[in-house]
């Protein structure tokens, strides 16, 4: 789908956008580790992440959304959702999932589906078990955890996932040699820590790869299977 500058955003003003903006921005200053971003998801980039929704004659999926912040991603899944479908949003911040839910209050397509959305204000590693999510789009910020914490959510993910699951999610373009290169040695060896714990994970085995450059910065979304067992260090 074609989109362009000028188009209202799901419903909202220009001074909703900024107010939206100025919150993320708020959290990230507030809340670094767990923020990760200092602005919103791009429309452009929401799309990409939600591209499996779009499949033409699909059943109905059981969907998880981790890390939603203030929505950028989950207003355009809610307006792709079909009859049947649920929704699971889990964020840890308690001042995004208010802001969240207070807008989403205002929403046409969450009014639509209300019945199928629950809410788990708490970390994804806590996410209850009992469900598998056929699709899962996660905006963590692993390069802002240790070890020990992508070790939990990944074993959490493959315990309410399929050999089905389809994960989609994002990582800055560069930021890998960039951190490399410049980031303080401490930062620089944690980040090549979790990128191997990745890597062994199979969840950079990716099925499919969207560059998206309309982002604030350029963004790869990847679509992998959450189930993929880690192999050996
Ligand atoms: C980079 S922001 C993404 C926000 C939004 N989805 C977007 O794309 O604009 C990361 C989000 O993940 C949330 N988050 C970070 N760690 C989390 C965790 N362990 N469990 C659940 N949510 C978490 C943050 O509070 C924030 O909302």
Redesign the pocket.
């Known amino acids: 789908m074609a989109l362009r500058l000028t188009d209202p955003v799901y419903g909202e003003s220009f001074v909703g956008m900024i107010k939206e903006n100025l919150v ?1 921005l708020r ?1 990230f200053l507030l ?1 670094f ?5 200092c ?3 791009s429309r452009w ?2 799309q990409a ?1 939600i591209a499996p929704l779009r499949e033409t004659n699909r059943k109905p999926k059981n969907i998880l ?10 207003m355009p899944m809610l307006r792709e959702m079909r009859d049947g479908d649920t929704l699971t949003i ?4 308690p001042r ?1 999932m208010k802001l969240l839910r207070d807008r989403l209050g205002q929403n046409e397509d969450f009014r639509r589906h209300r019945d199928r959305v629950t809410f788990f204000e ?5 996410i209850p078990l009992g469900v598998r999510y056929d699709m899962i ?1 996660c ?3 692993f390069v ?2 240790d070890l020990n ?1 992508v070790q939990e ?1 990944f074993q959490r993910l493959r315990e309410v996932s399929s050999a089905e699951t389809l994960m989609t999610y ?1 990582e800055y373009i560069g930021m890998r040699t960039f951190n490399g290169a410049l980031a303080p040695a401490d930062r620089a060896e944690r980040i090549r820590e979790v990128n191997d714990y990745l890597k062994r994970s199979g969840s950079i085995n990716y099925l499919a790869r969207e560059r998206v450059w309309l982002n604030l910065l350029p963004v790869n979304i990847y679509t992998v299977n959450p189930t993929a067992k880690p192999t050996a260090a």
């Open positions: 993320f959290e809340e580790k767990t923020t990760g971003a602005f919103p998801t980039a929401a992440l959304e981790l890390g939603p912040g203030t929505g950028s991603v989950t889990c964020e840890i911040n995004f708490g970390p994804a590693q806590e789009v905006a963590l910020p802002n955890f914490t959510i994002y």
